[in-house]
């Protein structure tokens, strides 16, 4: 069986994969292969002060046009600031009602007016198998919004993001941010 690369020609097409017979001494759970991160074309650091300073980037990084078919992840520890983020962005969409975490369900669509969001949460992501169980190949493949958190958990199957911001909290409640262009796009959604 071949690895399934995020950037296949027929990523569009489902492939549903079987489990193999294991032999005893095999680890039950698979690690999804680490690949290198994409290459950075600009960097740009910043700081949320507070909660109002998060809503405020979200906001303005939701004016993008460019935001429409992004893929951006969010790097950074537990409770850094990752999913208010995301609250605070997909608010300023327009998405209304109660926003979940895709922690314990990896994704949380969100349809809008001529926009589709995908929040995923691959926290507890640990099996390559539950890319294809959950239909991820098939929701990378659609045109729309993909906002991931721990990417580095399915980092082997990922595509290449446009945007990655890394949210590291400071003791005085300071978020020291650094956007990371990796595309073009990318670079339209930091300037």
């Known amino acids: 069986m071949r690895q399934i690369d995020a950037g296949d020609a027929d990523l569009g097409k489902s492939l549903v994969l079987r489990p193999r017979p294991q032999s005893p001494n095999e680890p039950r759970s698979v690690r999804l292969m680490s690949r290198p991160h994409a290459p950075i074309l600009e960097t740009r650091p910043f700081e949320?002060?507070?909660e109002a300073a998060c809503a405020a980037h979200a906001a303005a990084l939701a004016r993008r046009p460019a935001l429409r078919?992004?893929?951006?992840t969010l790097e950074g520890p537990l409770g850094a600031?990752?999913?208010t983020f995301v609250r605070h962005l997909l608010r300023a969409?327009?998405?209304g009602g109660r926003i979940k975490s895709p922690t314990y369900a990896v994704l949380e669509p969100?349809?809008?007016p001529?926009?589709?969001v995908s929040h995923l949460d691959f926290y507890r992501f640990d099996d390559?198998?539950?890319w294809a169980d959950a239909g991820l190949r098939d929701v990378f493949a659609a045109p729309g919004l993909k906002l991931a958190e721990w990417p580095e958990k399915a980092a082997g199957a990922l595509p290449q993001p446009d945007l990655r911001l890394r949210i590291e909290p400071a003791a005085d409640g300071v978020r020291h941010v650094t956007a990371l262009a990796c595309t073009p796009r990318?670079?339209?959604l930091i300037a």
């Open 48 to 50: 949320w002060a507070d």
């Open 128 to 130: 390559p198998r539950e």
């Open 93 to 95: 969409l327009g998405v």
């Open 186 to 188: 990318g670079r339209e």
């Open 114 to 116: 001529g926009l589709e």
């Open 81 to 83: 600031g990752k999913t």
């Open 69 to 72: 078919d992004a893929f951006v």
């Open 110 to 112: 969100y349809a809008l």
